[in-house]
């Protein structure tokens, strides 16, 4: 009787194999046709480990990161053939875009000091590929502010690509310990602390977050910005590490990669290796599980409260899982979203796809919550923005016109754009003419043929700054002035978490969203 099940197995064990190795035949040639691979793609410098940089000081991390520096400059800069000496690749000493040129290198570390004594400090976590350029300017609103600001060089980063291709999250997580021991030596132990984090820099300041709630060691954050935070991304990432298995023969070393890419941009890879999706999928995985495990423990009810700025369509990471997977876990403790809705100007009717048109609605609950959601949309017929707020427990809106407008012929915020003003020099439409980093490439409106260019059209067009970063700076200010907003109802988060029965409800709603109606909150648009 057992012998038709194992013979049911038996099949579906080969058909199993016989798609696996159809995947990685696929995947074989696939690298085996792609673009060649560079010197900064095989060249891997030797960053610091979990346990050197929980072992070291700043003053130790920076050493260690100008030696890096001058290995990367022995090994591929003064290396390099005469056929990638171009003005299109950022190692070459020669081109416009060489970070080395640069009277300031945002690629490395960096702390800015207020004038006077620090009345907090803040610490900065950029995002995956990229550096700490990308949280320069909300880094200065807090020096202004008189916050000591330490920006740290997350491992693997600001260096070659290569520099991700065997880091760990571990040693992400390390170094932002040890940011934080750097910027809490800096004012009083009683200051207040905030970590601001983009992308995956935001899963980073969330798991820290976490992690100092069961370990009392740790310094535990007074507030959290978090700026398209890497809550969750594509499953894909999960069978990343199956996906680079052919580069274990070195004719196909190029299955390691998932991009391969000209490095024009100075402060940012353009080439991804298969480890880094690995690497940030292994983070956002474990932090779901910790911040389930501590929702359903009650002990998520003095973590620090959290405002999230996020565009409701993200190409990189899920708003959804934003919602779901963290804010509606939080406690009481007047933690908000700020959401950017697409542009709902009728020149895109055409065009948006039907599940762009209706993600607010996706994501946005039914029934009343713990937290506070604001919305940032363009109202037809004139397009102007306003302001909609929710208020937490409440499914009632509150409307308020603001004095600005989506850009002719952008239709959406976009996952990178949301930490750079439409003035930035290397990211904006409108670039600040007191500093250049040898292009502009927000200004960048390309037409033409097809293979003509050194990058993908498609990425020329996603939108880069945020004509709307006044509103974010306005909103960390009022949070820089507003050390300790009390909880709504005058409990303290500590006394009432959420409840499973209130989880659940949270969750449900979540899964329910759809079109906003009666018994909801009212959007105009």
């Not at 610490?123 to 350029?133: E, Q």
């Amino acid at each position: 009787m057992y012998r038709p099940i194992l013979t049911a197995l038996k099949r579906l064990v080969i058909l199993v194999l016989v798609v696996l190795l159809s995947v990685l035949g696929m995947r074989a040639w696939d690298a085996w046709r792609g673009a060649p691979l560079h010197t900064w793609h095989t060249f891997e410098p030797h960053e610091l480990t979990a346990a050197q940089i929980d072992a070291t000081d700043w003053k130790g991390y920076l050493a260690a990161e100008n030696a890096l520096f001058d290995e990367v400059k022995r090994n591929v800069t003064d290396k390099l053939p005469p056929a990638d000496q171009i003005a299109t690749n950022r190692y070459y000493a020669g081109a416009p875009i060489y970070p080395g040129r640069f009277a300031t290198d945002w690629n490395r570390s960096y702390q800015m000091a207020p004038d006077g004594p620090p009345v907090g400090t803040v610490v900065m976590l950029h995002g995956l590929t990229d550096s700490p350029y990308s949280l320069r300017h909300i880094a200065r609103v807090y020096r202004n502010q008189g916050f000591f600001v330490v920006a740290i060089r997350l491992p693997g980063h600001g260096t070659v690509p290569s520099g991700l291709s065997h880091v760990q999250w571990a040693d992400w997580m390390a170094a932002t310990r040890l940011a934080v021991r750097e910027a809490r030596s800096h004012a009083d132990p009683h200051a207040p602390l905030h970590l601001v984090g983009f992308s995956n820099g935001g899963a980073l300041a969330m798991k820290y977050a976490l992690d100092a709630i069961e370990d009392p060691k740790l310094a535990r954050p007074d507030r959290l910005i978090l700026i398209s935070p890497m809550i969750g991304i594509t499953r894909f990432a999960r069978f990343a590490g199956i996906a680079g298995l052919p580069a274990l023969l070195p004719a196909f070393a190029r299955a390691s990669w998932l991009d391969v890419v000209p490095e024009f941009n100075p402060f940012k890879y353009n080439s991804f290796p298969v480890n880094g999706a690995r690497q940030a999928y292994l983070l956002t995985d474990v932090l779901q599980g910790q911040l389930q495990r501590l929702g359903q423990s009650n002990q998520l009810g003095d973590i620090a409260p959290v405002l999230t700025f996020q565009s409701v369509v993200d190409f990189t990471v899920s708003t959804a899982a934003v919602m779901r997977s963290l804010y509606a876990l939080l406690p009481d403790n007047g933690s908000e979203i700020v959401l950017f809705d697409v542009n709902r100007d009728h020149a895109f009717d055409v065009l948006m796809r039907p599940s762009s048109s209706t993600a607010l609605s996706r994501v946005l609950p039914t029934r009343p919550q713990r937290f506070r959601i604001t919305v940032l949309g363009s109202v037809p017929p004139d397009d102007a923005m306003v302001e909609t707020t929710i208020e937490a427990h409440s499914t009632e809106s509150h409307t308020r016109p603001l004095s600005l407008h989506y850009p002719p012929g952008v239709f959406s915020m976009s996952h990178v754009s949301l930490p750079f003003p439409l003035d930035d020099s290397l990211y904006g439409t409108t670039p600040n003419p007191d500093e250049f980093y040898g292009t502009h490439l927000g200004t960048q409106a390309p037409r033409g043929e097809r293979g003509a260019l050194v990058l993908n059209i498609d990425a020329m067009m996603r939108m880069a700054s945020n004509p709307f970063f006044a509103y974010v700076l306005d909103r960390v200010r009022e949070l820089i002035a507003n050390p300790a907003p009390p909880p709504s109802h005058g409990e303290t988060a500590s006394e009432k978490p959420p409840s499973d029965a209130e989880r659940k409800a949270m969750e449900k709603a979540f899964e329910e969203a759809g079109d906003i109606d009666g018994n909801g909150a009212q959007i105009p648009w």
